[in-house]
């Protein structure tokens, strides 16, 4: 059964679920985020997924916390992030694993709940981000082609090269939740990329960051985002 059958609606998903806080992470509904595990618990948390629902939340610390180097109880979470179903992973000689989640929808976290094992577990309200459920809602509002633009310019910055009948044929929902997971932003702008209301809202977001970001290193001055 494919994800878009099996999570139709908030109800589908589970309330408890482990999170995976890491800072500069970005995952987004239908698009896929690879990671590389080898700390125990987390190597932990991802075979209770694997012999359970198979879903871990992405979720950001808070950077003040995260970044603090004395002794301190486990950082503050932000208030959202995303569930992902845990869709292919393979383990290394060197005891790491190699996992792919794909996005499902954003939740907002209720509360930190105590967890049986040695990661973190919360429960999560993804009520607030039912049009998650929905693929593709809003491309018609995006900006495709400035998207595009800033995209390319992007990738002629970095001297990066892209299939372009691949990008050709991505929906715009695909180009842009990529594109924000792909991209060099702060923890503060990705948590912005994630937490953007809408499609169209997201995009604009992410042309404008991504502008900013290549006038600074042009030398220019760019626009504080509002």
Same mark, same amino acid.
């Given at each position: +059964? /494919? ?41 932990? +948390? ?8 198979? @879903? @871990? ?10 970044? /603090? ?18 869709? #292919?992973? &393979? ?12 996005? @499902? ?21 993804? &009520? ?33 090269? &892209?299939?372009?009948?691949?990008? #050709? ?16 932003? /702060? ?8 937490? &953007? ?30």
């Amino acid at each position: +059964m /494919s994800d878009r059958a099996r999570y139709l609606t908030p109800d589908d998903l589970p309330r408890r679920i482990p999170v995976f806080p890491l800072s500069g992470a970005l995952l987004l509904p239908r698009a896929q985020l690879p990671l590389n595990i080898f700390e125990p618990r987390y190597l932990a +948390m991802v075979d209770d997924a694997l012999s359970g629902a198979r @879903i @871990i939340g992405m979720i950001q610390p808070v950077q003040d916390a995260a970044e /603090s180097r004395q002794p301190a109880p486990p950082p503050s979470l932000f208030a959202t992030g995303c569930a992902g179903r845990l869709t #292919a992973y &393979a383990e290394t000689p060197d005891d790491r694993m190699l996992i792919t989640l794909t996005g @499902i929808a954003r939740f907002r976290l209720l509360e930190e709940i105590q967890s049986p094992g040695p990661y973190r577990l919360v429960e999560a309200d993804y &009520a607030p981000f039912a049009d998650d459920f929905v693929s593709n809602l809003g491309e018609e509002q995006v900006d495709r082609p400035a998207l595009l633009k800033a995209f390319r310019d992007f990738l002629d910055a970095h001297n990066m090269g &892209a299939d372009w009948d691949e990008v #050709a044929e991505a929906t715009s929902e695909t180009l842009v939740n990529t594109f924000s997971i792909l991209s060099p932003f /702060s923890p503060i702008e990705k948590q912005a990329l994630l937490e &953007a209301g809408d499609l169209k809202t997201r995009a604009d977001m992410l042309v404008a960051l991504t502008e900013m970001a290549l006038g600074a290193e042009r030398g220019g001055i760019g626009t504080q985002l509002q």
